[in-house]
């Protein structure tokens, strides 16, 4: 191997490998812990929908932060004290500015882009060029949009939802193969985020994406292809639970209906060919009301589609659906009975009054006493993503000012490859049913806890609070301990700055005996006195060389990894 | 090792590799570090580091008896009556706070070696950068990053955490009780350490449970992520089987209230059980007494004699159940604290921050007695006067690890950063003799020619398998692997030394082959 460096040797391998979610049937370890049913028999909180009217402190803010977005920044809990509850929310849930697409990261010394984009510039409204751009085209998709959740410039729900989206409408992009398709499919996404949940399917149904990716564009006339029309009902809209409900004619009926749609690889936009569309008319069962959909011809073949969508948006169960898989993604997995009554069924009303539209939902869920009990904190196991990007946010890890496209993108493909090893690469479900963690019962998030991914979280920790990553740009990319503790308006107190790092990286609090003993074994060296500590932190602010900062940064990483390897660190 | 297999033995640590940094070259094999781990391994030696937090009050623990008027001079108001101070067997010039009667005992036979007046130039007084210093093995304007302990075993299993635990090594290469991983333990690459946070944690590895939770869905989830935690832990079922093969039996161990005892009951437990692992990493904190060091009628009591008092016992009992489950041939224990107090006491009935102190070293093969004068007291002590010094800290590492460890001089200079003198703690710790332990006659033949001034031959026979012969000097010191181990054929065969740079004197070579194993002298001469 010569001189290479190891570091640089292994980065490389990962950033280029495809990592899918690690297998979990053969762990021993895994099966024996995880759910064998569903957790009946804990405190559960009965709270409902009524507007929560409790304190606003720290616990319920950081709570709020968690759940809405990617790890926690303490300037956003600074900010968030300054608001009410009904402030907070609502500035979450309203519109984020819409980022600027993804750039050429992949010109090199020895390769251009063929259609003459230049590094730094949009390739998204570039033409195809060759399957080599293409390629180098869809990592750059990915990898923009991990940028995206890193430095997303808002206080926004956005970046959450534009993933609980991607997971309720999973892709994956070796299949969608089009860079300019995965794009655009995305923005479909991330422009109705919050907006209206049938809008969303209609699109979607439509999109290019979807279309290859659900064979859509080789559904004919002669030759139904059902894949999206049962993917729609059972995974889009109605859910599988319901499937005895709807006949397996329907699935045909709703197949013929969609036929003839095709897509155009220089606008990325869908086609509606008539003459590959089935004219004839689609009778349904008794589940939708015996209706039929009159079939047309010529470009009025392409109103079927709507018309499908209206017949299947009738049934109470799609929004029944929609808010259980919400409920999952920001509460908690388990849903019984009383949690149906109370959260689930008004919800599902509220939807359907409000003609399906998405925002009010999470509102009201948001601002609910349900949400704010105790008893629904710190349940969530947080995904891969979370975990990552939450760290980059949490700890405020910036990268070199001055970096073209081609350097930044290389730490995302870094963090696209280790999301991949921790078994939640985006863009890459295991299949149209997205990541099983968010459905299949009874263990839902467990999943993302095995013994594979759980060393490798640690793992990830301590590389971050050691020696960094540089992922071939040559500058490492690491927590700077003392940057985050500087924020905080007391350091030089061990008592108030370890609550105050555990406020933001534990999901459930530990006891004070743990935390005293965490002080005295590392910011304390094993002292009882607190002040050792203090004058530590005080020297390293009057004079930061060599010696003081040393001594507070290998007693602060020392504290941060024991915090970040407790079981605690994976909840939210 | 083959970069594919290296990848295939450790996907999960395959992560923990690259983020650190080091060159792809530092894997090549080194035969010689590969025979040290080897050694290691089969010698089975165990080191037990146990740190006094705080800057343990030397003058109150070895009392120099030969300048006792200068000692109540300086501190009339914590002094230990001259008639209450633990006499010792061989000397009445140092004596030992009377509350530690276990030490005393331990020292009356032969278990123990004190060194006087450790330290280094220089001293600093912070107890941060002090126990850096000494963690690291550094100079006082010297920063390293890595602990001694750290680079020794970097040296001993290179690579590590790369394809380890493996079957030469299956086991933590350090464990440390408490959390927090020490930065003794500190290597180039990564921590070489394990911990084990409590007693608590030690029985939840040891049944398999975790601590309770509440029955909500937040504790629910917090549950299974512990199991799932501790059962992927890398080292946690060869814990469990140490642990299951050896329990506490000495009747010494303190009952309750002792920190050290609870944390040397399970080293204990863990080496008898038949963990590889070499060092253990144990601590016991409050010895920052600047106030209130004894009671104020009563200067045999108090803070620092309770403390003195949990050391004695712990080690004491530690020591007797190393007897009884037969590994006190290869254990031995030091102390140390990142630095020793003020002569004079102040009047808060306590010590400040000062410079040197003794250093204790116990093992069946210590050489039994004291290494160095008592430090030399003024006659008034001023409050800025302070000990000299007159053992630099690291002339131990050097006992330990040529003597206990048996690392080359070149290993031990690279891992200390610099050559410095072994201090005599050890006896011979080879025992080494003519000697052959096997059923046949005439495995290891004699050099020839004999003394040799240039090169000479040894013949030897191979009952098939692994062989190998080392070459000692007189103090057991390991000076050159003279035939590094390898597959020979049953039969007899030849080796040839080049005399090379070795000063002319007595050394011992050392053949072994399976259970065979035989000794014999030669002379080097100009």
């Not at chain 1, 009217?53 to 990617?70: A, C, P, S, V």
């Not at chain 1, 790890?71 to 980022?99: C, F, H, N, W």
């Amino acid at each position: 191997m010569g001189k290479v460096n190891r570091r640089e040797f292994f980065e490389e391998l990962i950033a280029t490998q495809v990592e899918t979610a690690p297998v979990v049937t053969d762990d021993i370890i895994y099966n024996k812990y995880a759910n064998k049913e569903l957790p009946r028999g804990l405190s559960k909180t009965t709270g409902t929908l009524t507007k929560y009217t409790g304190q606003w402190t720290d616990n319920e803010i950081i709570h709020l932060l968690r759940r809405t977005m990617f790890g926690v920044k303490y300037e956003d809990v600074l900010a968030l004290r300054g608001m009410t509850m009904e402030q907070a929310v609502d500035e979450l849930l309203s519109p984020q500015t819409i980022p600027s697409p993804p750039v050429n990261n992949y010109n090199t010394a020895t390769y251009n882009d063929p259609t003459g984009v230049p590094l730094d510039d949009t390739w998204v409204n570039a033409p195809y060029g060759d399957s080599t751009v293409n390629s180098y085209r869809l990592l750059s998709m990915t990898n923009w949009w991990i940028g995206n959740m890193v430095y997303q410039p808002q206080r926004r729900i956005t970046e959450k939802m534009v993933f609980f989206w991607h997971n309720h409408f999973a892709t994956e992009y070796p299949a969608v193969a089009f860079a300019h398709m995965t794009y655009r499919h995305h923005m479909i996404l991330r422009n109705n985020v919050l907006g209206n949940f049938k809008t969303l399917v209609t699109q979607v149904t439509k999109d290019p994406a979807m279309l290859r990716y659900l064979n859509g564009y080789l559904n004919t006339k002669t030759a139904p292809d059902e894949n999206y029309a049962r993917e729609l009902f059972e995974l889009f809209t109605l859910g599988k639970n319901y499937k005895p409900i709807y006949s397996e004619d329907d699935i045909k009926a709703a197949a013929r209906i969609l036929t003839g749609w095709r897509y155009n690889t220089s606008t990325w936009t869908s086609v509606f060919t008539a003459n590959l569309h089935d004219t004839s008319n689609k009778t349904f069962s008794s589940f939708f009301a015996n209706t039929t959909i009159t079939g047309k011809t010529g470009a009025a073949g392409a109103q079927e589609t709507d018309e499908l969508i209206d017949m299947i948006f009738t049934k109470q169960e799609v929004a029944k659906f929609i808010v259980r898989k919400l409920y999952r993604f920001f509460v908690y997995y388990d849903i019984d009975t009383t949690t149906e009554f109370n959260i689930i069924i008004p919800l599902a009303q509220m939807m359907m009054n409000t003609n399906w539209q998405i925002k009010p939902v999470l509102e009201t869920l948001l601002k609910s006493e349900h949400f704010y009990d105790m008893l629904s904190m710190d349940c969530v196991i947080r995904t891969p993503i979370d975990y990552v990007v939450g760290t980059f946010r949490t700890f405020d890890i910036q990268l070199p000012g001055g970096w073209r496209s081609d350097n930044e993108y290389k730490i995302y493909n870094y963090l696209r490859s280790y999301m991949g090893q921790l078994g939640c690469e985006p863009n890459l479900p295991p299949n149209v049913a997205g990541w099983p963690a968010f459905y299949q019962e009874p263990d839902y998030y467990q999943k993302w806890i095995n013994s594979t991914t759980m060393p490798r979280r640690m793992q990830f920790m301590d590389m971050m609070l050691g020696s960094g990553f540089s992922a071939g740009t040559g500058t490492a990319i690491k927590i700077d301990p003392m940057h985050l503790a500087k924020k905080f308006y007391s350091p030089g107190d061990p008592n108030l700055l370890i609550d105050f790092f555990c406020d933001l990286l534990l999901g459930i609090g530990i006891s004070s005996t743990m935390k005293t003993n965490f002080k005295v074994v590392t910011l304390l060296s094993g002292q009882t006195q607190d002040y050792y500590w203090t004058n530590a932190w005080s020297a390293y602010i009057a004079n930061p060389n060599t010696t003081n900062t040393n001594i507070v940064r290998t007693r602060l990483v020392s504290l941060l990894t024991e915090l970040t390897h407790l079981a605690e660190h994976n909840l939210c | 090792m083959k970069r594919r297999d290296f990848l295939k033995v450790s996907q999960a640590a395959t992560l923990a590799y690259f983020i650190n940094g080091t060159p792809v070259s530092a894997y090549a094999r080194n035969p010689l570090l590969e025979l040290l781990a080897k050694q290691t391994a089969a010698n089975g030696r165990v080191l037990v580091m146990i740190q006094l937090n705080g800057g343990n009050d030397g003058l109150n623990t070895v009392i120099p008896l030969d300048q006792y008027s200068q000692l109540s001079n300086a501190r009339s108001n914590i002094l230990i009556p001259q008639n209450k101070v633990l006499a010792l067997a061989n000397t009445n010039l140092t004596g030992l706070h009377p509350a530690m009667t276990g030490i005393r005992d331990m020292y009356d036979n032969g278990l123990v070696n004190i060194i006087q007046g450790v330290g280094y130039p220089d001293p600093n007084f912070s107890h941060f950068r002090a126990t850096d210093i000494w963690m690291s093995g550094s100079d006082e304007n010297q920063y390293i990053n890595t602990g001694w302990l750290g680079r020794h075993l970097d040296e001993e299993f290179p690579g590590y955490p790369a394809g380890f635990p493996n079957t030469n090594m299956p086991d933590p290469l350090a464990i440390q009780i408490g959390s927090g991983i020490s930065n003794l333990l500190q290597g180039e690459n990564a921590n070489l350490g394990m911990a084990i946070a409590s007693l608590n944690s030690f029985y939840n590895i040891v049944n398999g449970t975790v601590d309770p939770a509440p029955n909500t869905p937040a504790g629910h989830e917090l549950t299974f992520i512990r199991y799932i935690k501790q059962q992927t832990e890398t080292y946690t079922k060869v814990i469990q089987t140490a642990a299951g093969m050896a329990q506490n039996v000495s009747t010494k161990w303190p009952t309750t209230g002792n920190r050290l005892a609870d944390q040397l009951k399970i080293v204990s437990r863990l080496i008898a059980g038949g963990l590889k692992t070499p060092i253990y990493v144990v601590s016991i904190g409050g010895f920052d007494t600047h106030s209130q060091q004894t009671d104020s009628t009563d200067t045999t009591v108090g803070n620092h004699a309770n403390l003195l008092q949990d050391i004695s016992e712990a080690v004491d009992a530690f020591f007797d159940e190393a007897k009884i489950h037969k590994y006190e041939d290869r254990v031995a224990a030091m102390t140390f604290s990142e630095f020793g107090r003020r002569i004079k006491s102040n009047a808060s009935g306590g010590t400040d921050h000062g410079t040197t102190a003794p250093v204790f070293v116990f093992s069946k093969y210590v050489n039994p007695g004291i290494i160095g004068v008592n430090p030399p007291l003024p006659a008034n002590a001023a409050v800025g006067d302070n000990l000299p010094l007159l053992n630099d800290y690291r002339t131990i590492y050097s006992a330990v690890l040529a003597d206990w460890f048996q690392i080359d001089t070149q290993t031990m200079d690279k891992v200390l950063m610099k050559h410095y003198k072994v201090l005599p703690v050890f006896q011979k710790t080879n025992n080494l003799e003519e000697t052959t332990i096997s059923g046949r006659d005439e495995i290891l033949g004699q050099n020839y020619p004999n003394p040799f001034s240039r090169n000479t031959t040894i013949t030897f026979s191979s009952d098939g398998g692994m062989v190998g012969i080392q070459l000692f000097d007189v103090s057991g010191r390991l000076v050159k692997n003279i035939l590094p181990p390898k597959q020979m054929d049953k039969g007899k065969h030849q080796v040839t030394i080049e005399r090379g740079d070795l000063p002319p004197g007595q050394y011992f070579y050392r053949l072994s082959n399976g259970k065979n194993q035989s000794t014999k002298q030669l002379t080097v001469m100009d």
